[in-house]
């Protein structure tokens, strides 16, 4: 069986990265309290840059490295491995924390921590060692699992097995966090047998034949790195590769656990523009001349519906950290009904979280009144945000398997987005 340590000569072999190891030590998080209290203080750090960031498009690298060296990369590694195995209920916290500060910023680490959720349901002993301790140690994983618009098989990104070695060939887009990787994991399918198989294999990002190109244009999520990642030919190690098929093929948490991490971030986006609303109304907003009022904050409709946002807010992180509960419960025993009941929580959870954002993006600026839409505020990215990352997955296929499963009992299928 393949060790760590030729996992490791394998990587070495590989030239400089485009985005350097950190080359200080990485402080390792220990517990679920640690985590949110480092996470609050990176939260305060990049919040104040959040707009011009966003307005000027400027990737956000020295926020990434300080990211890093924060520890909280880490945050879900298994404590047998050395890590905190923060609850799930912890980690979406840490994501709301973080989007409501930035919500460009927030989407970064999703597929980091998803990856590490299928290296933990499917990796051999040897790759969680190997990966586990280079995240340890503040790298980071991004993404390309989206296909640039291929549904054909040969014209999909292939894992080429061949007797002189593997290779990945194709195309890929909305790879967010890939610019700022130190490794892509890759759904690449393969050929067993009669059968294609979808493995996600772990590229380094500096591995020749590997082009990342920032060329995400979206109106929201402006600086996710969200772009494309084309493979020509490149060459990876068998010991890279872990199943992605066969962990569908019985049931696992790796489709809660993503989909809860993306109700998370829509919750904190909304977050964020409850948090920015608030003190425009008390400092600049007028109240409506039919009120009667003093002031906008005390404007009794106006009230009504910031009580309204406030509500749904709270209802979302409520479902959120109810159909966190189920993650963990089936991460502890995976069975069909476990990880039904948590896909359906999250589920749940993700049609409340994408409302109350879009909601709160939309309320601030018909509460706020007409001063907040001048650029310089730079409030319409809470909005562009959520309406962008919202649209990852269809919500109108979230009340399908809801109610599918309330009505006839049946359980939502297996798969990455469910």
Not at 77 to 95: H, I, K, M, N
Not at 158 to 172: D, N, T
Request: aromatic content about 10%; proline content about 6%.
């Amino acid at each position: 069986m393949t060790n760590a340590s030729t996992l490791a000569s394998a990587f070495a072999a590989t030239q400089p990265d485009p985005a350097p190891a950190p080359q200080q030590p990485v402080p390792v998080i220990v517990d679920d309290r640690q985590a949110l209290e480092v996470a609050r203080e990176f939260a305060r750090s990049i919040a104040a840059g959040a707009r011009e960031r966003d307005q000027s498009r400027a990737l956000p690298w020295r926020e990434v490295t300080q990211f890093s060296q924060s520890g909280l990369w880490g945050i879900t590694v298994p404590r047998e491995y050395g890590g905190a195995e923060v609850s799930t209920g912890t980690l979406t916290q840490v994501v709301s924390l973080i989007a409501a500060a930035d919500g460009n910023f927030g989407h970064i680490p999703q597929n980091h921590y998803y990856s590490l959720e299928v290296l933990r349901v499917g990796g051999t002993y040897e790759q969680k060692r190997f990966f586990y301790d280079r995240v340890l140690r503040g790298e980071r994983l991004g993404n390309a699992l989206a296909e640039v618009g291929h549904r054909d098989f040969k014209r999909r990104t292939q894992l080429v097995r061949e007797p002189g070695g593997w290779f990945v060939e194709g195309e890929k887009f909305y790879c967010t966090g890939a610019i700022y990787a130190h490794w892509i994991p890759t759904l690449a399918l393969a050929q067993d047998g009669e059968q294609a198989s979808a493995y996600l294999v772990f590229v380094p990002r500096n591995a020749p034949g590997v082009t990342v190109t920032d060329d995400w244009d979206g109106f929201g999520q402006r600086v996710t790195g969200s772009g494309s990642v084309k493979f020509t030919r490149v060459r990876v190690e068998p010991e890279w590769v872990v199943p992605f098929t066969a962990s569908f093929e019985r049931p696992t948490t790796i489709g809660p656990f993503a989909q809860i991490i993306h109700a998370a971030l829509d919750a904190g986006i909304g977050h964020g523009a409850l948090q920015a609303t608030l003190p425009f109304i008390r400092e600049h907003a007028r109240p409506w001349i039919d009120s009667g009022a003093a002031s906008a904050a005390q404007d009794p409709l106006l009230l009504e519906q910031v009580g309204n946002v406030h509500l749904r807010l709270r209802a979302a992180d409520a479902l959120i950290a109810r159909a966190a509960l189920a993650v963990d419960a089936a991460q502890r025993e995976q069975n069909e009904d476990s990880v039904a009941a948590a896909s359906v929580a999250v589920a749940q959870a993700k049609v409340l979280s994408t409302s109350a954002s879009l909601l709160a993006g939309t309320k601030l600026f018909e509460l706020a009144g007409t001063g907040a839409t001048l650029a310089g505020q730079g409030y319409d990215r809470f909005w562009r945000n959520a309406r962008t990352h919202t649209l990852h997955d269809p919500v109108r296929w979230k009340y399908h398997a809801v109610g599918n499963y309330v009505l006839n009992g049946v359980r939502p299928p297996r798969h990455g987005a469910i």
